[in-house]
């Protein structure tokens, strides 16, 4: 409600300043409270707890603040809305308002007296982690990579999706436990999201979501079209291939695994934004959720892993780092994208505990991403990567096998 009386007096007050031919390609979006004011863009809605402000932009205004956002080393610089019809709907006070409720389910976490966590070393688990296979990783990520495209937009934008699920059945087929594999349509993007579900036996609607996006992109001005995206993120979908090859040779987990590679993430986040409002919607209690986004370019040194701390949850960091003494044995850096950088953002936006282990900071991150230069190259590192597959591994058979839970 207050939004609206927002908009409507901005409407008002806005036009006499606004170039007539901007006020055609505006964009609603959500930026960075701090940046939208030092441009003097008008914020329509604003939480000033989380530091998010809401704007319709126009073009002008959008290259400003892709500029800024550039300057302090953050990728797009904001979020567009102008597709998710689904999230505008709900109104931007409520949008604004779970974002602070998370806010402050992480505050009071930190303020609890409940943090250390430890991992005991399990020897079935310890045995799982061995299994992971560089050369697997690497024929994975050759394979999805040399598609000319992953991409949403594309003309058979599910061309690989399909190619890749046909490819999961045979390896579902030959393990014992129960499960159910779909690709799943949206109605933001004309892309599938293709999903897997192995059945929890004793808690099955206690849920382990382990994700990445499947697409992929090429937003370079002319030059080649194709987007091998072999980074982003034909490592993450790898990751979460050999992940289930591994746990398909393991007994039934008590809760349910939940594998998505999303569609369309590149073009706003739109598969997960979909699916985890279709959750949320439901009631489902999704206990954890991992996002592998960009796994393969060790930018801050080798077995060095940047853990997002914007949109993710402070027990599953922490979580991280106890399972990174008891197994990884890599260093954990603490860093932030920024922005809704990637999938678990949109978990994270429906109120679930969300992790994004990332191959490096975001300043050592890979630069050729989004270009055909996204290749698999002697930078790839694969060794670096199955890190993230080991991840997927613990929360599938540590948290998956237990009780466990965000403290609230
Ligand atoms: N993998 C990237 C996100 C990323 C890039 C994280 C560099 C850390 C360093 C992801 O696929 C992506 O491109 N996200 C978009 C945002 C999204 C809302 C369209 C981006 O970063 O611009
Ligand atoms: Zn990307």
Not at 218 to 224: A, D, E, H, K
Not at 311 to 322: G, I, N, Q, V
């Amino acid at each position: 409600m207050m939004a609206a009386l927002l908009i409507a007096s901005y409407a008002n007050l806005g036009q006499a300043h606004v170039h007539a031919l901007e006020t055609f390609d505006t964009k609603p979006v959500l930026a960075d409270l701090n940046d939208l004011r030092a441009l003097n863009i008008p914020v329509l809605a604003k939480d000033e707890y989380v530091e998010v402000g809401y704007a319709v932009i126009t073009p002008v205004m959008q290259q400003r603040l892709q500029e800024r956002a550039h300057k302090v080393g953050k990728c797009g610089g904001f979020e567009d809305l102008s597709q998710d019809m689904g999230l505008m709907s709900l109104g931007f006070d409520h949008m604004l308002t779970s974002m602070a409720d998370m806010k402050a389910k992480e505050e009071l976490y930190s303020r609890a007296p409940f943090r250390a966590l430890a991992l005991m070393a399990e020897p079935k688990i310890q045995t799982a982690l061995n299994e992971v296979s560089e050369e697997n990783l690497r024929s994975y990520v050759q394979w999805l990579s040399a598609f000319p495209n992953r991409t949403a937009t594309s003309a058979q934008p599910n061309y690989h999706v399909t190619e890749m699920k046909t490819r999961l059945e045979a390896m579902l087929a030959g393990g014992s436990i129960p499960y159910q594999i779909e690709e799943i349509p949206h109605k933001s993007t004309k892309q599938n999201t293709l999903h897997v579900r192995l059945v929890g036996k004793d808690r099955p609607n206690e849920i382990i979501v382990l994700g990445g996006h499947l697409d992929s992109i090429n937003q370079s001005w002319g030059g080649g079209k194709t987007a091998p995206g072999a980074d982003d993120n034909a490592s993450g979908s790898a990751n979460l291939i050999e992940a289930l090859r591994i746990l398909l040779a393991q007994p039934q987990p008590q809760r349910t695994i939940d594998i998505f590679w999303y569609a369309a993430e590149e073009n706003g986040l739109l598969g997960s934004a979909e699916i985890a409002k279709s959750y949320k919607a439901a009631n489902a209690d999704v206990i954890a959720v991992l996002q592998l986004d960009m796994t393969l370019f060790p930018g801050s040194g080798e077995f060095v892993i940047g853990s997002m701390n914007d949109f993710t949850s402070a027990w599953l960091r922490d979580y991280l780092k106890a399972m990174n003494d008891t197994y990884l044995k890599a260093k954990i850096v603490d860093d932030k994208c920024g922005y809704g950088c990637s999938d678990h953002a949109s978990w994270n936006r429906q109120g679930y505990p969300a992790l994004m282990p990332f191959e490096a900071t975001f300043r050592g991150s890979n630069k050729n991403i989004h270009s055909a230069k996204d290749v698999v190259s002697p930078e790839s590192n694969f060794k670096h990567s199955m890190l993230y597959t080991k991840i997927a591994l613990v929360m599938a058979m540590d948290l998956g096998n237990s009780t466990a839970r965000q403290p609230y």
